[in-house]
C-alpha cells in the first residue's frame, strides 16, 4: 500500500518500465511462438516494485497478483490501463486477481471462460475462478515435442489436468492416448478439449482415477507405451487418495514404476516442478537429458526460480 505521494512519484517510473516491457513481449512472443498462437506470459514479476503476472488468452488479459501487500487500488487501475492501451483489448476483457499467501480472494468473482489457440489448437481456458487457467503456458515447447514425436505411438498422460499435453499428441498422430486425473472437474474439461479439436473421446479415453492407482492395474495387465507424461503437483493429499503425494520426495520412485510399462525405446516426460534435484545421467537404466533450456517458454523469467517448471527426458535405450 502507498503511503506517501514520493512513493507515487516513484511508482510512476516503475508503470512507465512496465508498459515497456508489455510492448515489447507483445511483438517478440507473437513473432517468437508463430501467427498460429495467441496466449503468452507477458511480465512475470519482472520489476521487484511490482510482483505481477500478466498473460494473454486470445483477446483476453488475466493479472494474477503476487504482491505481499494489496497493492493500491489507483496502481491497480493503471496496470489495467497500460494492458489496455499496449495490448489492443476492450477493458472488460481485463481480469485482475489478488493471490495473498497462497490464498486466491474469490470475493465477487464470477466464473468467466474463454478459448485461446496455441500451435493452431483450441483450448478452453478460465480467467477467475482458479489460481491456474487451465493451460500451463510454460509447457508450449514441451508440447510441441510431443506432437513431434507421437506418430503411431501410445501415449499415457499422467496428472493430465485439462488435456494439453493428450492433444498434442493426438495432433502428432498418437494412435492410442489415454488421460489420467483424480480431478472429475479437470477430466470433464479435457474431453471438452479434445471434443473442441475435433477428435474423438472415446477413442482417446478421458479417465478418472488415482494415478498410482492405475499404474498398478497397467502393470498388471501388462499394458505398454512408448511415451509417457509424467506431470505432478508439487504436493497432493487429496481425500480422494490413501497416500499423499510429495514430487520432490516421490517423483523418482515413481519414474522407476512407470519404466515397468514403458517399451523399449520409449521416453518419459518429466515436468518437474518441485525443489527435486536431479544429477543422474543414468536412472534405473534410463538416460537423463535435461531439456529445460530447450524447452524454455517466452516470458518465463521469476526471480529465485520460483514458479519454474523443469524438463527431463528419461529415455529407454535411445539417445536423442
Aim: glycine share 4%; proline share 1%; net charge positive.
Amino acid at each position: 500500500m502507498i503511503k506517501e505521494k514520493n512513493d507515487i512519484r516513484i511508482f510512476s517510473y516503475i508503470l512507465k518500465d512496465f508498459s515497456k516491457i508489455i510492448k515489447t513481449n507483445a511483438l517478440s512472443f507473437r513473432h517468437e511462438l508463430g501467427n498460429d498462437t495467441d496466449c503468452f506470459r507477458l511480465y512475470d514479476c519482472n520489476l521487484d516494485q511490482l510482483k505481477i503476472v500478466v498473460e494473454k488468452y486470445g483477446n483476453n488479459i488475466r493479472i494474477l497478483d503476487f504482491s505481499d501487500y494489496l497493492l493500491d487500488e489507483n496502481i491497480i487501475e493503471d496496470v489495467k490501463d497500460i494492458c489496455y492501451r499496449m495490448l489492443y483489448v476492450n477493458k472488460e476483457n481485463i481480469f485482475y486477481i489478488r493471490r495473498i499467501k497462497d490464498t486466491l480472494n474469490y470475493k465477487n468473482l464470477k466464473s468467466f471462460r474463454t478459448f485461446c489457440i496455441e500451435s493452431g489448437l483450441k483450448f478452453e481456458v478460465e480467467m477467475l475462478h482458479y489460481i491456474d487457467s487451465g493451460l500451463f503456458l510454460e509447457n508450449v515447447y514441451a508440447r510441441r515435442f510431443i506432437r513431434d514425436n507421437a506418430y503411431n505411438k501410445r501415449v499415457l498422460n499422467l496428472f493430465s489436468y485439462t488435456g494439453s499435453f493428450s492433444i498434442y499428441a493426438i495432433t502428432g498422430g498418437a494412435n492410442t492416448v489415454i488421460s489420467v486425473d483424480l480431478s472429475e472437474t479437470y477430466t470433464k474439461w479435457a474431453e471438452r478439449n479434445i471434443k473442441n479439436n475435433g477428435f474423438n473421446s472415446n477413442i482417446h479415453k478421458c479417465i478418472c482415477s488415482d494415478a498410482k492407482i492405475f499404474i498398478e492395474f497397467l502393470i498388471k495387465s501388462k499394458e505398454f507405451f512408448d511415451i509417457i507424461i509424467f506431470d505432478p503437483p508439487v504436493f497432493s493429499n487429496s481425500k480422494k487418495m490413501s497416500y499423499d503425494f510429495r514430487a520432490d520426495r516421490d517423483s523418482l520412485l515413481w519414474i522407476k514404476m512407470l519404466n515397468k510399462i514403458l517399451n523399449k525405446n520409449g521416453f518419459i516426460l518429466f515436468c518437474n516442478n518441485s525443489k527435486l534435484v536431479i544429477k543422474e545421467k543414468v536412472y534405473d537404466n534410463l538416460t537423463i537429458i535435461n531439456k529445460t533450456y530447450s524447452f524454455k517458454a517466452p516470458g518465463f523469467i521469476k526471480k529465485n526460480n520460483k514458479g519454474k517448471t523443469e524438463h527431463y527426458i528419461f529415455l529407454k535405450n535411445r539417445y536423442y
